[in-house]
T-cell receptor, first 116, second 109 residues
């Protein structure tokens, strides 16, 4: 597609429940990034992929967060046993290039997760 | 601590005023980017600065990259209500793009 598509737009979960978010990157883009934006507007990096391979996962709270980018499927971000502090907007972005030349990240509209 | 420090955090000005947003780091970046985010949407790239000392203009917006490639600034001339939004600087750090904390700009008519 011509834009990054994120689903669902909104997700409400009770504390301790699982949450799964999806992201379809722009066709032809090799890199996918996940960010968490909380109330203070800060973008916290979670994980990045180069095709289906993890590129950088230094931002992931590994105990409860996991992510995948499998061929011919949307990428996913899963949170097991959600906590109140996981409430945030989760953004996915894709890029054609990264590293050797400064690539532009194209962002989706985000998925708002509310944990009650 | 933030790798990229942005200031001010919040700016509320009248239409027609000028403003500058700063992005500073103790680290050297090969390039810095500026994004703008409107409510309910994802950030959109405004500009990428690559060369130390570089100045880029985008209509009423002027972007500068510091000589030492550790800092950047965004200057808006004659701000308009349509400039309202969250402005974010970002830089490549390892295999990720890191963002500053952002500057919320509100332009009142």
């Amino acid at each position: 597609g011509e834009e990054v598509a994120q689903t669902p737009k909104h997700l409400v979960r009770g504390e301790g429940q699982k949450a799964k978010l999806y992201c379809a990157p722009i066709k032809g883009h090799s890199y996918v990034f996940w960010y968490q934006q909380v109330l203070k507007n800060e973008f916290k990096f979670l994980i990045s992929f180069q095709n289906e391979n993890v590129f950088d996962e230094t931002g992931m709270p590994k105990e409860r967060f996991s992510a995948k980018c499998l061929p011919n499927s949307p990428c996913s971000l899963e949170i097991q046993a959600t906590k109140l502090e996981d409430s945030a907007v989760y953004f996915c972005a894709s890029s054609q290039s990264f590293g050797s030349s400064p690539g532009e990240l194209f962002f989706g509209e985000g998925s708002r997760l509310t944990v009650l | 601590t933030q790798l990229l420090e942005q200031s001010p955090q919040f700016l509320s000005i009248q239409e027609g005023e000028n403003l500058t947003v700063y992005c500073n780091s103790s680290s050297v970046f090969s390039s810095l980017q500026w994004y703008r985010q409107e409510p309910g949407e994802g950030p959109v790239l405004l500009v990428t600065v690559v060369t130390g000392g570089e100045v880029k203009k985008l209509k009423r917006l002027t972007f500068q990259f510091g000589d030492a490639r550790k800092d950047s600034s965004l200057h808006i001339t004659a701000a308009q209500p349509g400039d309202t939004g969250l402005y974010l600087c970002a830089g490549e750090y390892g295999n990720k793009l890191v963002f500053g904390a952002g500057t919320i700009l509100r332009v009142k008519s």
